[in-house]
């Protein structure tokens, strides 16, 4: 079960292909999240939309013990209506 107070993060190299760096994603945990769950191929994946220093990033990221394995992260500013208005 993912502890989302304390988390451990894994980034798998693909993450980077959008040019989001691995301080932008350990920030966005930091803050308040939009979080939902997802199945691929009956994989349980989180798809977790986060503020990080002044702009929305999603990623995609599976369980991995008490934290995640972050597989992928892009600019997302077309989710700004779902984080102000469903982010924790």
């Not at 994989?43 to 934290?67: D, N, T």
Request: charged share 30%; no cysteine; net charge positive.
């Amino acid at each position: 079960m993912v502890n989302w107070k304390n988390i451990d993060l894994e980034i798998h190299e693909h993450a980077y292909k959008h040019g989001i760096r691995d301080y932008e994603i350990e920030q966005i945990f930091k803050g308040k999240i939009y979080k939902r769950k997802m199945y691929v191929n009956k994989e349980l994946r989180y798809q977790i939309i986060g503020e990080s220093f002044g702009r929305l990033i999603m990623i995609i990221a599976v369980p991995l013990g008490k934290g995640l394995k972050v597989l992928s992260a892009r600019p997302a500013p077309e989710y700004k209506e779902i984080y102000y208005g469903k982010a924790k």
